[in-house]
């Protein structure tokens, strides 16, 4: 699964977390990196530990666009090439190098490809509505102590919203979307950048999401409050390790009222992180909590749940899990190409408009 990973862009950083001239420790993948800032404001993505006695390289100097070892010195570009042995009296014929890894900023995020050169364009990741001039972007990272792929499950998992977004409190997008508890019919089709959900209940309550291979979410939510626009959110769970995932949301809304902004802002309470209150939350107290945040924090009760890993031979299938199905078998035929070192799928980014219609509003009343 980690090799099929590394074919993909992912997100690992909010730009905002790092200034220029900062750097900071960042584990991906069971990897761990060093995620830095030049000092033209650039963002460098190399090794976690100096290839000289092997200390971190977070607490390193910026040297213009490159970084310096705390420890004797030995300084490295941005694509982990050590540039510099200040203590070193012989000529060496081969530099060191530690690990380097191409950056992309995109939409308030830091992306990075983690599989060999060359890195495929970047394309698959983007989205009409986080480059509409129209819109703004408000970005959120959460880290989850559970495996990725339990949270790449739920979003194909439509039921669970008329269970698990009335649990605890029934918020604005566990209302409209289920109309109160209804179960929608489900269908599944594979696009040319991932897996389409269409949800279907009554009085033309018609959710459709776009899912792009192999950890993107595309839906629409309630905005924090009752009377907000719905906001297009686009999400990745990133792998950590196998039992810790960093979950960046992109929550994109039409609007540019400086004032209003604020209030949105303030309403989708980036700092939120349900797993910083797990104790509570399991006790299903959820009360208190913003509308984005609630989601949120239903989704990582019923995720975090399963176990940090959570053991699928003990599952009894229902007529609900079609799209987790649907997924795995998708999943299992990319891995089996792997496994027999064939082409896997290319996937690509739609080219036809998303069309994903927020629920009608009678269910809200
Ligand atoms: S450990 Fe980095 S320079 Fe010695
Ligand atoms: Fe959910």
Known sequence: MGRLLRR????????????????????????????????????????GHCAHRCTVMHTGVIEDEQIRCMYHGWRYDGEGLCTDIPAE???RLNKPRIAGY???????????YLGEAP???????????LESPARHIFAKREVWDCNWFQQVENSMDAVHLSFAHLWGVAGQFGLRISGGGEIPDLAYAETSSGVRQVATRSNGNVRTSDWTFPNNNHVVAAGPNKDDPWAHISAWPVPVDDTHTMRFTLYSVEESDPAKLAALEAGYDL???????????????LAGISEPGLVSAQDYVAVAGQGAITDRSRENLSSSDAG?????????????????????????RLTEALH??????????
Request: overall charge positive.
């Open 324 to 348: 987790v199905v649907f997924l795995r078998r998708v999943f299992l035929r990319e891995l089996e190409s792997i496994r027999l070192n064939q082409p896997t799928k290319s996937w690509a």
């Open 8 to 47: 993909f862009w992912h997100p690992v950083a909010l730009s905002r977390d790092l200034a220029a001239g900062e750097a900071r420790p960042l584990r991906v993948l069971s990897e761990d990196l060093t995620l830095y800032r030049g000092k033209s404001g650039a963002p460098y993505l190399i090794g």
């Open 102 to 112: 191409p950056v992309h900023e995109y939409a308030g995020l830091v992306f990075t």
């Open 356 to 365: 994903l219609p927020a629920p009608p509003a009678r269910a809200a009343q």
């Open 119 to 129: 890195a495929p364009a970047f394309d698959l990741p983007r989205k009409d509505v």
């Open 271 to 285: 700092d939120y992180d349900p797993a910083n209150h797990a104790e509570t939350l399991f006790r299903g107290e």
């Open 89 to 91: 009296k012989r000529e």
